[in-house]
């Protein structure tokens, strides 16, 4: 069985910073692929930032030059740090991990969720 265990969300002021950490734990072969997708309410879960096994990293428009995803497989945890955070960041943070429990092929697990909230 695998988990995903995502910390580091909260409250946080406009401008401000936050880092998110995701921990996968469990039967796993393998990862593959990390990232993170966000869900505001009402309106879709869209993808924030991803980064491969190789280290190659994705980012949605709206979050370049402020978030940076990075990973350390040795502690199979992917983390996005958050800068100059603004309001419409608010959302509910999940990660998403691409993992093999039995050397074959891959399936997505996802996160429980964590919410970050922005003051203005």
């Known amino acids: 069985q695998v988990q995903l265990v995502e910390s580091g969300g909260g409250l946080v002021q406009a401008g401000g910073s936050a880092r998110l950490s995701c921990a996968a734990s469990?039967?796993?072969?393998?990862?593959?692929?990390m990232g993170w997708h966000r869900q505001a309410p009402g309106k879709q879960r869209e993808l924030v930032a991803g980064?491969?096994?190789?280290?190659?990293?994705n980012y949605a428009d709206f979050v370049k030059g402020r978030f940076t995803i990075f990973r350390d497989n040795a502690k199979n945890t992917v983390y996005l740090q958050m800068n100059s955070l603004k309001p419409e960041d608010t959302a509910v943070y999940f990660c998403?991990?691409?993992?093999?429990?039995?050397?074959?092929?891959?399936?997505?697990?996802w996160g429980q969720g964590i919410q970050v909230t922005v003051s203005s």
């Open positions: 998403a991990v691409g993992i093999s429990t039995r050397g074959s092929s891959y399936s997505t697990y």
């Open positions: 469990g039967s796993m072969f393998s990862i593959n692929g």
């Open positions: 980064v491969s096994n190789g280290g190659d990293t």
